[in-house]
């Protein structure tokens, strides 16, 4: 074994320094505002270039959020009659504040999706 093979190993078995990693981290998932806004495929590793992870687009969850709020509304008064009917725990009051709670929370992950 040759001098530069043993420094080339010792180098090998230590420690990568986390702030290098996070660095190189934030480097490879940089988006430009397009790919927050649409979404993107990004790499998962540098070995494999065909594998892909793909990363949501803010309109995605912007789109999900309203339509669950519209159609949840939507169907909260067709069936308005039924549930006062049914007599259950759960009123009226309390399934809109959980048909609007589930959209605000996939609305903001896309707010959040599109500023980070």
Known sequence: MSQRDAATLYHL??????DKALAEDRA??????PC????KHAPI?????FETNVRPGA????????????SG???????R????QSKSMF??????????????ILIGLGIYRLVN
């Open 45 to 49: 590793s540098h070995s494999h270039d």
């Open 59 to 70: 309109s995605a969850f912007i789109g999900l959020g309203v339509y669950s709020y519209a």
């Open 91 to 104: 009123g009226m009051r309390s399934r809109q504040a959980g048909i609007t709670g589930i959209s605000a």
């Open 13 to 18: 078995q230590q420690p990568q320094k986390l």
């Open 36 to 39: 927050r806004l649409m979404g």
């Open 81 to 84: 009659a039924a549930l006062l």
């Open 28 to 33: 490879e998932f940089e988006d430009c505002t």
């Open 73 to 79: 509304s939507y169907q909260l008064r067709q069936q």
